[in-house]
């Protein structure tokens, strides 16, 4: 359907028996054909190696890409990618060739030396082959300038890799980089020996090892897509993806366009890889995609509906905890700063980092994601209706600026929109009908060849009238090529993330999130001082004498610090869902995410245990002794501090569960509800009750402030009427240290226990779909 040939450079980059290199672009030659072999007379390549034959192979020029054959060789002629090593004869025919295919021609006896290597690319921008030559007793690799062969990307560490000479070979190590190391298309584990013409890839840098030096090159190209009867099934049956086939190349600007519930955001998904729940293939450059996802997910920028941006940080400081969390980390702050620069440039606003997110507009708000996408710089991008709620001209800047993106950043941008304006802007198009079936992929202008109209408008209204024809027809003519290749890899290793550091990074994050709220940290510190002196208030003058007042005051004491902590965290999460799912895709882990919150929760509790307990040590007072000390202060604090934290662990778990603010907040009163009624004080609980009380924070806070405040001796209001009345010990207020800390072990397990549960929780939350 469509001619790609001039669009791209489709080089040969070819090694001859003694190292030579010869690159050349297959179109520049002008032929259907191209033959290669080692006779001058007959072949239009002449590749000199005695592995090599007189007539070795030949290229063909097709509409679907290049074609390689054997032509009768002896050696025969190893296709090799990430696939594995496949031997092409003459009987093979013809095989389509991929974006970094290597062509392989060894002698029979390896020893010998002499092979030939022949490496297939496509690219729209590549830089040239430079030499490091050999040999050398040490190379290192890596993005620093200090390293031998430097090589640009984001995503390339400082020291990446090193290839060192031991007695008499050389062996390539992985340096513990962030994104891994192919040799000849399989990670690199460790260390392994190199072979003469054996293809070394780190991220978008091939470097060929060879006896007398190593030739190295960086492409700045997007990858290139090809999904094979991908389908969908959910519930009982209900089918919303139909046998989708799609190629989407290098470097393109791709829209998915289609009614509403035709299933573009489920086509979207599950071609980025982050839906699996679907059936078919996915080839990410020739790479299986669901076989490797651990690795080649940070290759994939995925921007959602919701903004994935935090409203409390400046746009700068979004970037930086960005940054922070998806670079390597010996990425330097020079680095960072560079790079979010970079960044901002590329989406237009400068001028804005400075401001507070909550103060961008919209299409802003949209850019802003995007950078945050960008500054990994990814190979893929894939963005969920980035235009919806812009305004026709904003809408049209930010078609403009991803079309730029996919040209001169060499990315290749997949988006789902509605809109109709700006369309030709892509170089491609998909049109869904109902039912997740792809009616046309191609132009614009193919487009309204293909349905027969001026109006890309109708072309939704034909699609929604007869989706199956449309696609039934769309099937019947597009020629589409096997894909068997790439399947049955091995899965590579996941890319290895330090937990402890994501959880030093969140937790300034988060930090700083809370600080730049003002009008939320009021509140939160506020509270306590007004609910204590509410409790001023209504406390009568002989608390700490009288046994009902003071059970009284403490029952409301203990409440007051379940509300502080419920209301500190019970929205925390759930606003931050966009976010968290969309980090979570990357390679956030969600313990150190969860662990995060809690510690900046336990701190601000801190703070406000002290504030409630000094204000009603104040307006109250405190009682005369603690258990353990003299003061009582350091025990009253420690038990609203666990009551608090623990309240505020519940709250979370609440928080994990439901997916608005809103709906959290209408949870709160029930929680707080089963704390007044299981408390045990307000009512003298038996059976399951005495049980569900086990469980409630309220039960063992009101304990430990009973306990402290010594309860079992003062006077109950009815021994001031008749004397001769013995107040009855009550185990649960017994004036013990061992019965103190028991009770402070407790809150503390619920804390620990509230944690796992948030953390277990929070996979689903990042992984629902809607
Ligand atoms: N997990 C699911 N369970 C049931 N139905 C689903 C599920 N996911 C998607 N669907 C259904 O599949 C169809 C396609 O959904 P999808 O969100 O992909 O549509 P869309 O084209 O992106 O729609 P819109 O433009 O309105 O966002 C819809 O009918 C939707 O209800």
């Known amino acids: 359907m469509e001619d790609r040939t001039g669009e791209f450079n489709r080089k040969l980059t070819v090694m001859d028996g003694e190292s030579r290199v010869l690159e050349l672009s297959l179109d520049d030659l002008h032929k259907e ?42 050696n025969g002629t190893y296709l090799e990618n990430a696939a594995g090593k496949h031997l092409i004869h003459k009987n093979s025919g013809y095989v389509l060739l991929r974006d970094g295919d290597m062509l392989r021609v060894q002698p029979p006896d390896e020893r010998q030396g002499n092979s030939v290597l022949l490496l297939y690319t496509e690219s729209m921008q590549e830089g040239k082959w430079q030499k490091y030559a050999l040999p050398a007793s040490r190379i290192a690799i890596g993005r620093g300038s200090e390293n031998d062969i ?49 293809v070394i890839r780190i991220l978008n840098s091939i470097l060929i090892f060879t006896n007398s030096g190593i030739y190295y090159k960086s492409s700045q190209q997007g990858v290139s897509l090809r999904v094979r009867n991908m389908n969908k099934v959910v519930g009982k049956g209900k089918q919303i993806l139909h046998d989708v086939n799609v190629d989407i190349d290098s470097n393109e600007f791709v829209a998915i366009v289609g009614g509403s519930g035709a299933g573009k955001s489920t086509l979207m998904n599950a071609i980025s890889g982050f839906d699996r729940k679907r059936q078919g293939t996915v080839l990410f450059s020739g790479l299986n995609l669901d076989e490797n996802f651990s690795v080649l997910k940070s290759l994939i920028g995925y921007v959602p509906q ?18 922070k969390l998806k670079m390597p980390k010996d990425t330097s702050k020079v680095e960072i700063e560079k790079r979010i620069h970079d960044v901002l440039e590329m989406v237009e606003l400068s001028e804005h980092q400075n401001t507070y997110i909550r103060k961008l507009s919209g299409g802003q708000k949209k850019r802003a994601s995007i950078a945050v996408e960008l500054l990994a710089d990814p190979s893929l991008f894939f963005l969920d209706e980035p235009t919806s709620g812009l305004d026709p001209g904003t809408e049209k800047k930010l078609m403009g600026t991803l079309s730029r993106l996919a040209k001169s950043q060499g990315k290749t941008i997949v988006m789902v929109t509605h809109t109709t304006q700006s369309l030709d802007l892509c170089d491609k198009v998909i049109f869904m009908g109902q039912g997740g079936r792809v009616c046309f992929c191609g132009t614009c202008q193919e487009a309204k060849m293909f349905f027969d109209t001026d109006n890309l408008v109708d072309i939704y209204n034909e699609m929604a009238a007869q989706p199956e024809e449309w696609a039934a027809q769309y099937a019947g003519c597009v020629p589409l090529e096997p894909i068997g290749f790439g399947e049955g890899k091995e899965a590579p290793k996941k890319r290895k993330f330090s937990g402890i550091r994501q959880f030093f990074i969140l937790t300034m994050r988060y930090a700083e999130i809370m600080k730049n709220d003002l009008p939320r940290l ?28 003071t059970k009284s005051i403490l029952f409301a004491l203990s409440c007051a610090g379940i509300w502080i902590g419920l209301f ?72 609203i501090w666990l009551t608090i934290t623990s309240s505020m662990a519940l709250g979370f778990i609440i928080s994990a569960f439901v997916k608005s603010g809103d709906k959290a907040m209408a949870c709160a009163p029930f929680v707080l509800i089963i704390q007044l009624l299981f408390s045990g004080i307000l009512f003298e609980l038996k059976g399951a009750g005495k049980k569900i009380a086990y469980a409630t924070i309220s039960k063992w806070s009101v304990e430990s402030l009973g306990s402290i405040a010594d309860l079992n001796s003062l006077t109950m209001k009815m021994q001031e009427e008749l004397p001769g009345i013995e107040h009855e010990f009550q185990e649960i207020f017994e004036f013990a240290k061992k019965h103190l800390l028991s009770n402070w072990t407790i809150l503390a397990a619920m804390v620990a226990i509230c944690y796992v549960i948030t953390a277990l929780m929070l996979r689903n939350v990042a992984k629902d779909g809607r």
């Open 150 to 198: 430097v090589l640009q990307h984001m995503g390339i560490s400082r020291k990446h890799a090193v290839i060192e000479l031991k007695v008499d070979a050389y062996f390539v190590s992985d340096c513990q980089s962030a994104n891994g190391v192919l040799v000849n298309d399989n990670i690199l584990n460790g260390t392994c020996r190199l072979r003469d013409k054996d």
């Open 568 to 639: 500190n965290s019970i929205q925390e999460i759930c606003k931050e869902r966009a976010v968290l799912k969309r980090e979570y895709m990357g390679n956030m882990k969600l313990w150190s995410y969860t662990l995060s919150k809690f510690v900046v929760q336990m701190v601000v509790g801190v703070l406000q245990a002290a504030i409630i307990v000094a204000v009603f040590g104040a307006v109250i007072g405190l009682p005369e002794k603690g258990i353990l000390m003299k003061n009582s202060f350091p025990e009253m604090f420690v038990t």
């Open 306 to 323: 919701q903004d994935i941006i935090y409203e409390n940080l400046t746009l700068n400081r979004m970037l930086v905890y960005t940054a």
């Open 33 to 74: 054909r191209i033959f290669w072999g080692r006779d001058p007379g007959h072949n239009d390549i002449v590749i000199s190696s005695p592995a090599v034959s007189r007539l070795h192979g030949k290229f063909k020029i097709a509409s679907q890409g290049i074609l390689f054959a054997d032509v009768g060789s002896t």
């Open 522 to 549: 009021a509140l939160l510190f506020l509270q306590p001082i007004l609910i204590a002196l509410l409790l001023g208030i209504v406390a009568d003058d002989r608390v700490f004498e009288i046994y009902e007042s």
